[in-house]
Nanobody, 114 residues
Framework: QVQLVESGGGLVQPGGSLRLSCVGS????????MGWYRQAPGKQRELVASISSGGRTNYADSVKGRFTISRDNAKNTATVYLQMNNLKPEDTAVYYC??????WGQGTQVTVSS
């Protein structure tokens, strides 16, 4: 049984920072890629950043230089982080953790507004 639980969302002013966390539990989470996706109202869900089990990262062009993904692995668990700096109003969305070949977390709201 795989579970992904996100935390760390909230309201922040433009230019501010937030750090999202996703704790994954289950037998394969530590050996599979994990990623963060987001979905804004009226838009499709999109990839924000991903990280392989070995630490190779990939970012959407819109967040390169502002967001950093990282992960900690342990036996049957993995935690993935998304450090978001210099946030912009267009970063407002529900952010979802993805891992273990297709499992999703429940989502956490990020709102960037003055």
């Amino acid at each position: 049984q795989v579970q992904l639980v996100e935390s760390g969302g909230g309201l922040v002013q433009p230019g501010g920072s937030l750090r999202l966390s996703c704790v994954g539990s289950g037998s394969i989470v530590s050996i599979t890629a994990m990623g963060w996706y987001r979905q804004a109202p009226g838009k499709q869900r999109e990839l924000v950043a991903s990280i392989s089990s070995g630490g190779r990262t990939n970012y959407a062009d819109s967040v390169k230089g502002r967001f950093t993904i990282s992960r900690d692995n342990a036996k049957n668990t993995a935690t993935v982080y998304l450090q978001m700096n210099n946030l912009k109003p267009e970063d407002t969305a529900v952010y979802y953790c993805n891992g273990a070949n297709g499992y999703w977390g429940q989502g956490t709201q990020v709102t960037v507004s003055s």
